[in-house]
């Protein structure tokens, strides 16, 4: 499940910048869009949760799987701004509510395990996003836009009819919905949300304007433009198979510090690149920073000392997917000004404060494992 909700990511990823040529849409219109597309994510994440609660992580993950495999094929047919509006603000908050069940699912599986899968779920997410965005570009050159996203849906479709009968069936939690409500007065788990928040930005970042920047600025073609994710995926995805060891190794603070230094030295590279081959390398080495930056961030939030670690968890990733959903869209109205190497540029500044905040990330330590 976790690598049908990345490949259909992924697939998208390479499509943007078709998408904003069909409906003619300018930097600031298509950070708009994307904005859509958190908004989107955003409504639909609680009204998932509230769902996980009465009916088990394992249904709800299987009915927004199957409501989010047509809408990519929309995405491509769409011919006006408000069809589009109504298509990505479906695929987001599909996307959105399928995220949050499946990693409540991943949980449970966990507890019943006695063991720490969150990362390898996490990593097959990453090869999802690869595999869509690293093949997005030859396909659509091949088939078309429209006959890209028929296969796509169908190769998710047989995902999902993969992991069906073999998911864990949890039972409802309705409970958990009273926890939720009430908001943590320490500052805690609110100075580990920015964490979360300032290493997923970057990440957004990427994802959404990379194959732009690659055509626009770095002049790239179509097929090129998808190794901009795809990049990033490959050497994340990596990363994330080996996190919980190297997290063992050295410690959760000395770990994000590293992480934090490799994603700085990535995002300045590709900023300053000169051509895509330059770029390419800095996206990967951004990858390899960014991997577990919110893993650890995660980690630390479930194991605040004297909290729920519901309560703490759901500041922490509220505040985290808030960075990749709703951020990258006031990008693209900085970048109407700017232009997006000086995004790429400018990135690093978040990861200063993730770096000031490092210490926090010695409550990961407390679990076993466990992450985004």
Known sequence: MFLMNGFLIGAWAPKIPEFASRLSLSEAALGLMILVFGVGSIVMMPIAGIQIARLGSAWVTRITAILVLPTLILLSLVGSIWAGAIAIFLFGGLIGA????????????EKQMRRSIMSSCHAFWSLGGLLGSATGGVLMAWLGVVGH????????????ALAWPM??????????????????????PWLIGLVALFSMIPEGAILDWGALYFRNE?????????LAFGAFSLTMATMRFAGDLVRDRFGAVNTLRFCTVAS??????AGFATGPAMAILGFAIAGIGISNMVPIAFSAAGNLPGMAQGIGL??????????????PSAIGFIAEHTGLAMIFIGLPALHLVVLALSGLARHADRAAGGGH
């Open 98 to 109: 399928m995220d949050v069940s499946m990693n409540a699912n991943a949980v449970a599986t």
């Open 149 to 160: 996203s028929l296969l796509v849906t169908f190769l998710a479709a047989a995902m999902v």
């Open 167 to 188: 998911m864990l069936l949890d039972q409802p939690h309705p409970e958990e919905v009273k926890d939720k409500v009430r908001l943590p007065m320490t500052p805690l």
């Open 218 to 226: 770095l002049g790239a073609s179509v097929q090129l433009s998808g």
């Open 264 to 269: 700085i030295l990535g995002l300045l590279t």
């Open 314 to 327: 759901s500041v922490v990733t509220t505040m985290g997917y808030s960075g990749i959903l709703v951020a």
